[in-house]
């Protein structure tokens, strides 16, 4: 082993060592041997290029720039395409349609799930979306949280194995490119046939035996309690019992008014929450708004100011006592006045609060108090809490009123926005359809991801959110890890080693050692990190041992998704630790099962689908 290699390992351990250590986060850790490694380049040293070739400290940032980091900001937008048209909410509803109250059903239908989720879009984003689902379902059936997180946790590791669009499948796709001498990069369909074995055998498993090898935690209230949706709202404000229609007659007085110019809001103390007109709904219409006759205007406020407005020639009716506004697609929003708040003491009319947020306050809680009427009036005091109406489109506006603390609604009971929805999986589609005939997958993605914010399902403030830096900046930092190891004869010096080992063996041992390898290091160092780490050993020991380097990478690939055994393994086990009440060892017991039997049929498939 040279200086060089000994530098390069040194390099990469002492910060993972302090990142293993908890002193050290991640990303910050892969930056600094991103810069690590350019000095030691431009001071000279071959490795990322050859010796003497400072230019060439340029690539320990060109993970920046390459075709997975693409892939993956450009996931992150349709992801959060997919949230905001309701294709997830869509998908949750009918799980719990189907699953009922049998618990090793909708195990099964939450793992299922889960994992066909992942398929398109990323693992954690796949377990984000479904963990309110599966808290709602704990809710009404009476089921343990921690016996539905785990398998949603599970399902998007083991969806993800069967895709392209799982970050380590695509990192180690790329690295094929980078080999000594290059290869083939994996198409968009490669990983499907082993990893969707290896899928439907973890389903399967943990529908079987889930129930027994899950632990039950009893979790506190605050972790049940998650973001309320808009029904809830409404039954915490009492709004049902100040809600009225009226109707605006051809004959009114109120017909071709703008609403600021009634005594609507200004002498009757009335909040319109919406006003439809045909099949097109005005969420906290403006004062600036004009009343159509025959518009229905949805009003909350006191009965006795209500009636007064039949005397302006509306009809006033009412909904159902059990029926909602949240279903018919009015989103509620709840505020609290912020601690030290500049606006104590002054009312939401005196702050002009419509215009400036969009949205229009229709009731306010004090104490165990709900005012529903001149709310625009009421002097405000700490502790008061305000229940909004606004659209969806305003609240980028609504969070810049820093006096208030936004509570963001679970948008879970909001009706699915079926153009929309259905808009956004054709756009989806298409770029798999493209992918699939050989168009780039980066730049796929990327067009649909532009397509999306282009034509406004998707506003430029969220595209930002959606972002994962984190994940962003430390594959860009460790993609250099990859070109050291390549350069200094590090992958190939590994690679030989492993093969003495597993040369008695052939092919199929290299792909089991491959597999075990990654799956190890991927519970300590996460499934990223070790894809750049074990992936160019299993490619060069491909190479020397003459076989398909392709089907390393799978393997290797598949081992990264194996994050079963340990909450830290991935991001998304650590998500579901706090809902699920979950203890460091509940994920060892069902995940080590559930990692030989992966074992098992990865072996099966690289026999079957790679003829190993």
Known sequence: MTLTQILVILIVALPLIAVAMNRLRIDIGALIIAAALGLAQFAGLGVLGAPGTPGDAVKSISGLGQPVVVTLFSLFIITRALDVSGVTRLIARRL?????????????LFTGATALLSLVMNNLAAGALMLPSALEAARRTGIKPSKLLIPVAYGSLLGGAATYFTTANIIVSNLLLTANPP??????????PTGGLVALAGIAFLALLGKRLLPEREPSQEQLAFRRTSTDLEVLYHLGERLWEARVLPASVLAGVQLGDTDIGGRLGLSVAAIWRGHHAIFAPSETQVINAGDMLLIIGREDRVSQLADMGATIGREPPDSTISSRGVMLVEVILAPHSRIEGKTLRALDFHRQSGFTAVALLRGTRSYRTDVGALTLTPGDSLLLVGAPDQMQRLRRFRDFIVLEPDTSDQPIPMPRALSTIAILLVAIVFSVIGFPVYLAMLIAAIVLIV???????????????RAIFLIAGMYSVSIAMVQTGLATLIGNEVLKIVSPFGPLGLAAGAYLLTAVLTQFMGGQVTALVTGPIAISAAISMNTSPQAMAVAAAIGC????????????NILMMGPGNYRFSDFLRAGLWLTLISFVVLMLGMVLFWRL
């Open 96 to 108: 719990l349609a189907l699953g009922g109250r049998s618990e090793s059903r909708l195990i099964m």
């Open 183 to 192: 290869q083939s990069p994996l198409g968009i369909f490669d990983f499907t």
């Open 455 to 469: 034509s406004g399902l998707l506003s430029m403030e969220d595209a930002y959110r959606a972002m994962e830096w």
């Open 561 to 572: 998704s194996a994050a079963f055994l340990t909450p830290i393994a991935h991001p998304v």
